[in-house]
């Protein structure tokens, strides 16, 4: 046991070093660390796809925003309550012509990653959510136009990654949790 935690402190050494504003977070015993303010370049301009968007319901405030058979490679789909949208990682995706699509997108409260998606087939929106289907249903344009007037646009709601977490002596956790974005 004793070579264990010997092994584990020596692997984790160089990361628990890390200064905290670049990624290390210390939590004092009982108290978790303070949420911190939404940074100004968290928010995404939509003005140029904003016409383009739809919005999906399914009649209780879950909303989702985005651009049906997007020739962007799905760089516009966004979660949320209707007044504030998330953009969501796009995994995955196909598509067969202009008849019917599927997304795959990151979702860490699912088991497996294919249990996270959305696909349109049939003419109808079907969201996956673990193992439960839900039936969405598109907005009219005039109200899809005045929810999105008044909504914000962020980026992915999780900006970091756990890398590690750790624990000394005097029961100090560390946790070190770089940003998911940029990449590398």
């Not at 796809?49 to 909303?63: A, F, N, P, Q, R």
């Not at 624990?167 to 100090?172: A, H, Q, W």
Request: net charge positive; proline share 6%.
């Amino acid at each position: 046991m004793r070579a264990r935690r010997f092994a584990l402190a020596l692997a984790l050494g160089p990361l628990l070093l890390l200064p905290l504003g670049l990624g290390g977070a210390r939590l004092a015993r009982g108290k978790p660390a303070a949420k911190p303010a939404e940074p100004a370049e968290s928010f995404v301009d939509i003005a140029t796809v904003k016409d383009k968007l739809e919005i999906l319901t399914d009649g209780k405030s879950h909303y989702v925003a985005l651009i049906p058979f997007d020739d962007g490679g799905w760089a516009h789909v966004y979660y949320g309550d209707g007044k504030a949208f998330h953009a969501l990682r796009v995994i995955g995706s196909g598509s067969v012509g202009r008849e019917s699509f599927d997304l795959t997108y990151w979702e860490p409260r699912v088991k497996a990653r294919y249990q996270a998606g959305l696909e349109f087939k049939g003419g109808k929106y079907e969201v996956l959510c673990d193992t439960r289907k839900t039936e969405l249903h598109a907005l009219p344009r005039a109200e899809a136009d005045a929810l999105i007037a008044n909504a914000t646009f962020h980026k992915p709601l999780w900006r970091f990654r756990a890398c590690a977490r750790a624990r000394d002596d005097n029961r100090t956790n560390y946790n070190v949790d770089p940003q998911r974005e940029p990449e590398g």
